[in-house]
């Protein structure tokens, strides 16, 4: 084979396996998550598999990088990054392009090689997605975060009130779910919702419905296991939403990581006044999902001022509530009490 042939190979293999060592690092050590470190650790061990296939000590001898004319060509931008995402970027895109430098240089050599390559980076791809989706989601829910879910009350009046309340204690999400409402008025209520959470630090989502969440101008939609797709969802909102997916179990969590979800719902963790079930993964599944993944996931079901210290002894500080506030005297105060006995974990 052309001397010329394993120096390319060689340069190509060491900067796919620096590009990713770089996101790995960040993944690991910068946000501790387990999920996307064994996602990403996976994609290293199927690349040195591949490239242990050529002969390494022939790519070594080959290796010429005083003579290397790109070593001393460099982009303006090579040693600034201006935060975390444009490092990501520069790293994902040396990581894709080393890729398809192999892929295509493999093709010379061996057609089965050449097609590992492309695997590999068709992996990238997704892998891109889903770091970059659980590092942006951490910065749009905080660590400590409060969502409510409603249903459309009596009248528009009495869900005004109520929703203006969660609003005024800066409740981080209000879900609008009502299963028995017709669309006109449950499209109303999504007006009124609209208009009460406009301009606020409140994030305003519609369950089940991505077509009323695009018409009201809503900020999501939450979706169930049996429901539209994340790619169905988002595409139906259009990008710059946030759609939400409800897990029951950690494959479920691990997938939703995969499929781009902005956050999840993490349950049901106790029995609830608001919806019935048959089976309960509880707290041992948030013990879980805290333990590997860090894409934003809120504990859902049953959960009250009594029993959310258990929650956040699971790991889990973000809590999805609807009986304990919309029964309650006075919703904003029982908001403010959830986030601190969160705070206090
Ligand atoms: C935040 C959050 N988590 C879970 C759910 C439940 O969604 P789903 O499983 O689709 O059930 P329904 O709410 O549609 O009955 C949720 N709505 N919100
Ligand atoms: C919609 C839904 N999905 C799982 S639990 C739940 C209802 C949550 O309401 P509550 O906090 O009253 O149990
Ligand atoms: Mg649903």
């Keep these: 084979m052309d001397i010329s ?3 390319t190979l060689d340069a190509a293999a060491n900067r796919a396996s620096e590009g990713l060592r770089v996101i790995e690092d960040f993944v690991r050590y910068g946000q501790n998550d387990v999920f996307l470190t064994t996602e990403l650790k996976s994609l290293r061990h199927q690349l040195d598999s591949t490239l242990q296939r050529f002969d390494r000590l022939q790519a070594i001898t080959s290796r010429d990088t005083f003579g290397d004319v790109g070593t001393t060509v460099q982009g303006k931008l090579e040693h600034a990054r201006s935060g975390w995402s444009d490092l990501l970027t520069a790293n994902f895109k040396r990581l894709q392009q080393a890729l398809r430098s192999l892929e295509e240089h493999a093709k010379l050599i061996d057609g089965e090689v050449a097609a590992n390559f492309e695997r590999a980076r068709y992996l990238a791809y997704s892998l891109e997605k889903m770091v970059m989706t659980t590092v942006a989601a951490s910065g749009v829910f905080p660590e400590v975060s409060i969502y409510v879910l409603t249903d459309g009350w009596a ?9 203006a309340q969660l609003v005024e204690a800066e409740v981080e999400v209000i879900q609008l779910r009502d299963k028995n409402l017709d669309d006109r008025t449950l499209l109303v209520r999504a007006e009124l919702l609209r208009k009460r959470t406009a301009g606020t630090t409140t994030k305003m989502i519609l369950n089940d419905r991505a077509d009323l969440a695009k018409v009201s101008g809503a900020d999501g939609v939450h979706v169930g296991q049996e429901e539209l797709t994340v790619s169905q969802a ?16 950690i494959d479920q969590a691990r997938q939703a990581v995969r499929d781009g979800a902005d956050y999840i719902g993490i349950g049901p963790t106790f029995p609830s006044g608001t ?14 999902v805290a333990g590997e993944i860090t894409l934003p996931g809120f504990a859902i079901g ?9 929650v956040s002894a699971a790991g889990i500080r973000r809590v999805a509530v609807s009986g304990c506030v919309s029964k309650a005297d006075d919703p904003g105060m029982v908001v403010r009490q959830l986030r601190e006995k969160c705070q206090n974990m």
């Design 5 to 7: 042939l394993w120096r």
């Design 275 to 288: 919806k019935t079930f048959d089976a309960f993964p509880g707290v041992d599944l948030l013990r879980e």
């Design 234 to 249: 988002r595409s139906v909102l259009g990008i710059g939403k946030l759609v939400g997916v409800s897990t029951h179990s």
């Design 155 to 163: 009248d528009g009046q009495l869900f005004d009130t109520f929703v």
């Design 302 to 310: 049953g959960i009250d001022l009594g029993n959310v210290a258990k």
